[in-house]
């Protein structure tokens, strides 16, 4: 059976193959799927079954619905301080996937340079691969004076993730205003996936499009309020590429799921701060647990860990299988091929016993 070429090179993610493996042990230390251990809030949850109940599952307008679009403006101009906000500059979809997908099939020529802030997101490098584009990695660790030998370049886009996924990096306001500034200089889209953005543990987190009004804003309900499944993302754009996004969803999502979009309303008032302690007591215990052991350094968002193992990615999570413990590899985060990325979204035993396995390979295989 003969597929478009451009599936050549695309395999299954895998994260979904941990998912998998997790399955078929019997007591799984599942470390390995980015996904809040909480469940949605009730509030949400019954937003949602009102929407059900009083007839709110037909097709919505393709760029959301008003009352969404509303809520979302005022959030970006009183918590991200965008203050250019409104409806018209709003495109509700369905999650951060799709929004990557509609920018990528409205931006991305074949050839084209995108910059990418490494360690990344793995759906950001396959995409532009699937598309054709090369893929330009610059280290989330970069000076923003070394941004300026990138300044001659011609980039179509420059897209990282803040709070990252996998290292749960915090870009500081230095690094976002440099990448703000080489955006500017190169005629690039500045794209900021901010969908971790309250998993902000040192109050270090920052919406460059507080400044900076070319940057297209990404949002995302699915991690935050544990809407994975339900599908909701907003897109914050200057208007003409609202418009050409909108219109291409019109041919592909057609719209974000209807009952979610009025669970979306209600979780904007979701006060989330008990979850996001939890997640930062976690953190700590992750980064105290393991730093006499492996190079790791505390993250600052998001609920992850990405560190360096004594060997190959794969080697180590072969040897982590043994003690029942699921990682993911670093190699589809990066270049590195002897990082692991761990996530703490979790209950505290299963987190316990992980560290655990992770002192135990450690002292079993030392560097």
């Known amino acids: ?109 074949e050839g084209d340079e995108c910059l990418v802030i490494s360690p990344y997101f793995l759906m950001y490098p396959a995409m532009l691969k699937f598309y054709g584009a090369k893929l330009v990695p610059l280290s989330e660790d970069f000076k923003p004076e070394e941004l300026r030998s990138l300044e001659s370049k011609k980039f179509k886009l420059i897209i990282y993730s803040n709070p990252s996924n996998p290292s749960g990096k915090v870009l500081s ?25 309250l998993f902000d543990y040192d109050r270090q ?22 809407m994975t499944g339900l599908r909701l993302a907003t897109i914050l754009a200057p208007e003409p590429v609202i418009k ?16 979610t979009q009025w669970g979306g309303i209600e979780a904007l008032k979701t006060d989330m701060t008990s ?11 992750v980064y105290e647990s393991l730093k006499e052991h492996y190079p790791i350094q505390k993250s600052g968002g998001a609920f992850y860990s990405f560190f360096e193992v ?31 990325r761990l996530s703490f979204a979790t209950e505290w035993e299963t987190l316990r016993r992980g560290m655990t396995a992770l002192v135990e390979l450690a002292k079993e295989n030392p560097k």
């Open 275 to 285: 979850y996001i302690d939890d997640y930062r007591q976690k953190r700590d215990f």
């Open 1 to 109: 059976m003969e597929f478009a070429n451009r599936m050549n090179g695309i395999d299954s993610s895998p994260i979904r193959k941990a998912f998998e493996l997790a399955k078929s042990i019997q007591n799984p230390i599942n470390l390995s799927i980015g996904q809040p251990h909480f469940p949605c809030p009730p509030n949400i949850i019954e937003a949602i079954v009102k929407a059900t109940r009083d007839g709110k599952t037909a097709y919505t307008l393709t760029g959301g619905i008003p009352e969404l679009k509303t809520a979302m403006a005022e959030k970006y101009r009183t918590q991200n301080s965008i203050s250019y906000a409104n409806e018209d500059r709003i495109l509700v979809t369905s999650g951060i996937s799709s929004a990557l997908f509609l920018l990528f099939n409205a931006m991305v020529n």
């Open 244 to 259: 050409q996004l909108t219109t291409l969803q019109q041919y592909t999502v057609v719209c974000a799921p209807s009952t």
């Open 310 to 340: 004594p060997m190959f990615d794969e080697e180590f999570i072969q040897k982590a299988v043994k003690k029942d413990l699921i990682l993911v590899p670093g190699y589809i985060f990066s270049d590195k091929k002897n990082y692991v």
């Open 173 to 197: 306001k230095e690094q976002l205003r440099g990448l703000a500034n080489l955006a500017d200089q190169t005629g690039a889209f500045l794209i900021s996936d901010e969908i971790y953005e």
């Open 205 to 226: 987190f920052f919406s460059i499009g507080s400044e900076y009004e070319k940057t297209i804003t990404l949002t995302g309900f699915s991690k935050t309020y544990n």
